[in-house]
């Protein structure tokens, strides 16, 4: 069992940056494949980056250019560095894990409680 936790949400005016961690426990972090979603007020959950397990990565066409993912195989950490924040960022963010040999572009097996992340205008 993978456990998930989330650290660095928090309040930003636009145009500001955060980066969210995801510390992961259980398991072996070098073989799951990462991912960060948020969910809006109202509005269903959304991917919006992921890693694979070989450092591929993927966004949400809404973030290109804006946030990146990495992840830290060492500190079993994967992170989401978010800049140029808008208030349409504004969503709880949630970290998730896919197992080995899941589809890498989706990981949704584990998941953490998420962290809130506030963008004012």
């Known amino acids: 069992q993978v456990q998930l936790v989330e650290s660095g949400g928090g309040l930003v005016q636009a145009g500001g940056s955060l980066r969210l961690s995801c510390v992961a426990s259980?398991?072996?972090?070098?073989?799951?494949?990462m991912g960060w979603y948020r969910q809006a007020p109202g509005k269903q959950r959304e991917l919006v980056a992921a890693?694979?397990?070989?450092?591929?990565?993927n966004f949400i066409d809404s973030v290109k250019g804006r946030f990146t993912i990495a992840r830290d195989n060492i500190k079993n950490t994967v992170y989401l560095q978010m800049n140029s924040l808008k208030p349409e960022d504004t969503a709880v963010y949630y970290c998730?894990?896919?197992?080995?040999?899941?589809?890498?572009?989706?990981?949704?097996?584990?998941w953490g409680q998420g962290t809130q992340v506030t963008v004012s205008s």
């Open positions: 890693i694979s397990n070989g450092g591929e990565t």
């Open positions: 259980g398991g072996d972090f070098r073989f799951n494949h």
């Open positions: 998730a894990a896919g197992r080995l040999g899941s589809s890498w572009s989706l990981p949704r097996d584990y």
